[in-house]
């Protein structure tokens, strides 16, 4: 899998011309080529929290991966679990599973 675009990422809200909420879009800074980086986006004003899970991706998996470095010679059963599942977790979000 290629490397995701860089965060850090942010959430904007388009409105319709009623001035209802529209769309959610994720974006990323600019980039020398687009002054507008969009990442995803979802539509409807339920979705306001799937845009924020989806905008603190790069964060989470920057700090999962830390978790999981600080973690990693620990041997108690509860650190084999968690570190069973975020193992798991970073192998989808990498597209490795």
């Given at each position: 899998?290629?490397?995701?675009?860089?965060?850090?990422?942010?959430?904007?809200?388009?409105?319709?011309?009623?001035?209802?909420?529209?769309?959610?879009?994720?974006?990323?800074?600019?980039?020398?080529?687009?002054?507008?980086n969009?990442?995803?986006?979802t539509?409807?004003?339920?979705?306001?929290?799937?845009?924020?899970?989806?905008?603190?991706?790069?964060?989470?998996?920057?700090?999962?991966?830390?978790?999981?470095?600080?973690?990693?010679?620990?041997?108690?059963?509860?650190?084999?679990?968690?570190?069973?599942?975020?193992i798991?977790?970073?192998?989808?979000?990498?597209?490795?599973?």
């Open positions: 899998m290629s490397a995701h675009t860089p965060g850090p990422w942010s959430v904007e809200l388009a409105r319709g011309k009623d001035g209802e909420p529209c769309y959610y879009a994720v974006v990323a800074p600019p980039t020398a080529e687009h002054s507008w969009p990442v995803a986006s539509w409807g004003a339920a979705n306001g929290a799937n845009a924020r899970l989806i905008a603190a991706a790069p964060d989470l998996l920057a700090a999962l991966e830390e978790i999981l470095r600080l973690t990693a010679t620990r041997h108690d059963d509860a650190s084999y679990k968690a570190n069973a599942v975020a798991a977790a970073l192998a989808k979000a990498k597209g490795q599973s």
